[in-house]
């Protein structure tokens, strides 16, 4: 198993940046792809960020230029630096670690942007 804990979230006013953490443990050995997923009130999961087990990365079109995703290994946690924030990027970000069979989520943490 494995168990992933975000932390960071909080409320910022438009322009402004936060970062968010995510720190894994348990079976960290097994995981390959970690990424950052968000909902907002009334719509579907989306993906925000991904990063592999070597450092590349993909991001969706709405976050390009503005986010970005890092992992640090020997700490076994993926942060996601987000700048530039908007009132549409309000919503609670999930983070996503995948193994080969299995994929686990973190609880999520808010991140509110007021205009």
């Known amino acids: 198993q494995v168990q992933l804990v975000e932390s960071g979230g909080g409320l910022v006013q438009a322009g402004g940046s936060l970062r968010l953490s995510c720190a894994a443990s348990g079976r960290i050995f097994s995981l390959n792809v970690m990424g950052w997923y968000r909902q907002a009130p009334g719509k579907q999961r989306e993906l925000v960020a991904l990063i592999s087990s070597g450092g590349s990365t993909n991001y969706a079109d709405s976050v390009k230029g503005r986010f970005t995703i890092s992992r640090d290994n020997a700490k076994n946690t993926v942060y996601l630096q987000m700048n530039s924030l908007k009132p549409e990027d309000t919503a609670v970000y999930h983070c996503?670690?995948?193994?080969?069979?299995?994929?686990?989520w973190g609880k999520g943490t808010l991140v509110t942007v007021s205009s």
């Open positions: 996503k670690a995948s193994s080969m069979s299995m994929d686990y």
